[in-house]
C-alpha cells in the first residue's frame, strides 16, 4: 500500500515538473531566442520586449515558477501525508 502511494507521489511530482520546465522552455528558448524579432515590435518599459525576456524576463519567470513549485510541493506533501 505505501509502495502505490509513493508511486502516486512522484508520478504527480514529475507532472508538475515537465509542466513548469515546458514554461520556462518556452519563456526562455522560445521567447527569448525563437520569437525575438517578432516581438522586438513591442516595448516593454522602454525595451524591445524580445530583449527583456531574453536578459531578463526568463530570469524572473524561473524565480516565480520555483515558489510555484514549492506551493505546489507542500500541497501534494500534505495530501500524502494526510493520507497514511
Known sequence: MKFIKSK?????????LIILLSIWFTVSFGFGIILVDQLNTIQFFGFKLGFWFAQQG????F????FVYI???????????SSK
Do not use: A, G
Not at 502516486?8 to 508538475?16: A, C, E, F, P, T
Not at 526568463?58 to 519567470?61: D, F, T
Open 58 to 61: 526568463s530570469i524572473y519567470v
Open 8 to 16: 502516486d507521489y512522484w508520478r504527480k511530482n514529475l507532472k508538475y
Open 63 to 66: 524565480v516565480i515558477l520555483i
Open 71 to 81: 506551493y505546489l510541493m507542500n500541497r501534494l506533501d500534505k495530501k500524502f501525508r
